[in-house]
């Protein structure tokens, strides 16, 4: 049958399954969305207040349910307002596929009005892009862009069409999409016996878990594998819930602001296996003392990161879910007791603590997770609120933290909340932001109102764009900056405005009351929450040393 372009981007989006997407309409983009409002009860568009939130919004949905999200814009700055969500779904594996309309054919590469080079500008953040100049390769275009997306590592995928192409009409044929394997084909038989050995040899293995988990869906192996094994547990930002944040073996987060437990365990384990992790400097502190009396064993669909910032001993590519499957046939059940007693003493020598009075992040953190039971989904913004939810949070399943880790973007958290509630509509779902954080997007609070989620925004407020305030005072001699933001702005009444319902809290009981109103009430609110400027996350490892140099409060007074 004889379709326009416009009419063939809906239909290969209806034959992927997309029944969401993101987006803000313009005039290069307006074929396509004529034909979406044809489409309304097949495919629901989510009006953002800035592309920008559109793209996190496909970004957290996508996050939170395996599938790929989509966002549309239209050309010119409607194009690059999406550039930092491709950025950041591409520094974190996210399956996405924007698609952004341009003018027309005859008119590109002449500076006509809103063109921009989009494909070039976001080559080296996609996974691939395309510019579609012909109709009848459309179609196809878009198929592989889903394909790709989604296929291996997953990552983000850019499709410009011109304006032309999207009224230009051509035969179209549906397909069936089918659903695409695991990678296999590239676990050997060989890096399987050389990995069961070397775990088989080990008397202090210590298990590192990263978003790769999560991607893979490897939950139930990875509880086998650690079990057979029987290593202690340490995770990465992103791969939170891949195992239970509450098991005995579970020691936190690795790294810069992980647990003294976890770095001093992973500084003297013989056998490090890093599963689904990229090894990133965040992670690693100084990379020539990282593990340094470990031998390296690493799992990864990727072959690009192996070697690429700490040198393996051995390695295996490929689906994590595959590997783990396959090898927890092979593994026999270890025993560890001595080690894993000297772990658990860490544990109990070195826990995450904070004041026990007055208004602070972590306190925040943890009154969340007592009245959400620990079943909410937490997403984040990126600063001193979002380690504090790493920390204190206690995530037992996958997709239950939607955070930026690679690229860090604040402003993201949002945008992507709403993605996330509207792909989960039965869940409690929470973004924690600090004030800096919020400041940057909080126009998203009028989509989330638009739309009636019943998203809660909570703001650690203490004035100050805390992390960096945190380095000025332990590293730039107490020299803030353009770190304070000491104006007058305020938040509740900028919530009503908005159509959503605010609540200021400035100590425990009043933050109580608030968040358990905000559980209740079924629409967007916004709790502010009043914290102290110097608040810190603890431990810390200052840049350039090695990860068992961590420190905290007390040991900075010594």
């Given at each position: ?47 953002t ?11 957290g ?29 591409y ?24 063109e ?61 999409i ?18 069961v ?50 098991h ?20 003297e ?37 192996i ?19 396959q ?28 004041q ?49 880790g ?11 909340a ?14 924690i ?9 909080m ?88 914290i ?27």
């Amino acid at each position: 049958m004889q379709l326009t372009g416009a009419q063939i981007v809906i239909e290969c989006l209806k034959e992927q399954g997309v029944d969401t997407v993101f987006g803000y309409p313009g005039g290069a983009i307006l074929n396509v969305y004529d034909e979406l409002y044809k489409h309304r009860h097949e495919i629901k568009h989510v009006l953002t207040s800035h592309e920008q939130g559109a793209s996190h919004a496909a970004d957290g949905y996508a996050r939170s349910t395996g599938k790929v999200g989509v966002c549309l814009a239209t050309s010119g700055p409607g194009a690059t307002n999406l550039v930092t969500g491709i950025a950041t779904a591409y520094m974190d594996s996210v399956p996405m596929v924007a698609i952004t309309c341009n003018v027309g054919v005859s008119l590109l590469g002449k500076d006509s009005f809103q063109e921009i080079d989009i494909a070039g500008i976001t080559t080296p953040i996609t996974k691939h892009n395309f510019i579609v100049k012909d109709v009848e390769k459309l179609a196809e275009t878009i198929r592989r862009a889903f394909r790709i997306a989604k296929k291996g590592r997953p990552g983000p995928v850019l499709v410009d069409i011109p304006k032309d192409v999207t009224s230009n009409q051509t035969d179209f044929c549906k397909r069936t999409i089918q659903q695409e394997e695991r990678c296999q084909s590239t676990i050997t038989e060989e890096a399987l016996g050389q990995a069961v050995e070397m775990i088989r040899m080990s008397r202090k293995p210590y298990l590192f878990v990263g978003g790769g988990a999560v991607i893979s869906e490897a939950s139930q192996e990875l509880m086998e594998f650690v079990e057979k094994v029987q290593a202690p547990v340490a995770d990465s930002l992103m791969g939170k819930g891949a195992f239970d944040g509450n098991h005995s073996l579970y020691t936190g987060m690795l790294g810069m602001h992980g647990t003294k437990t976890s770095n001093y365990g992973v500084s003297e384990c013989d056998l490090l296996i890093g599963v689904g992790v990229r090894f990133s400097d965040r992670v690693t502190g100084n990379a020539k003392k990282f593990a340094s009396n470990a031998k390296i064993l690493q799992f990864d669909i990727d072959p690009a990161e192996i070697n690429k910032n700490i040198v393996t001993d051995a390695h295996i590519i490929g689906d994590i879910k595959e590997i783990l499957a396959q090898l927890n046939q092979r593994i026999e059940p270890q025993d560890h007791r001595e080690w894993i007693q000297k772990i658990m003493e860490y544990k109990e020598k070195y826990p995450l603590k904070y004041q026990d009075t007055g208004l602070s992040g972590p306190y925040l953190i943890e009154e969340i997770y007592r009245q959400t039971k620990g079943d909410a989904v937490m997403v984040t913004e990126v600063g001193q609120h979002q380690m504090w939810a790493a920390q204190f949070y206690k995530y037992k399943k996958p997709r239950t933290l939607i955070t930026s880790g690679g690229l860090g973007t604040m402003g993201y958290g949002l945008g992507a909340a709403i993605g996330v509630q509207m792909a989960n509509p039965g869940k409690q779902v929470i973004n924690i932001a600090g004030d800096g954080c919020f400041r940057m997007n909080m126009n998203e609070i009028a989509t989330a109102v638009r739309q009636k989620l019943p998203l809660i925004q909570v703001v650690v407020n203490n004035h100050v764009l805390g992390m960096v305030r945190q380095w000025q005072t332990l590293f730039y001699e107490e020299h803030y900056s353009a770190t304070v933001l000491n104006d007058s702005v305020d938040f509740v009444k900028l919530a009503e405005a908005m159509g959503a319902a605010g609540y200021r809290a400035a100590t425990r009981e009043e933050f109580k009351e608030a968040f358990a109103k905000a559980m209740e009430s079924r629409m967007p609110v916004v709790i502010d929450c009043m914290i102290d400027s110097d608040d810190k996350v603890w431990p810390m490892v200052a840049p350039g040393a090695a990860i068992d140099e961590a420190f905290d409060e007390d040991d900075k007074k010594e």
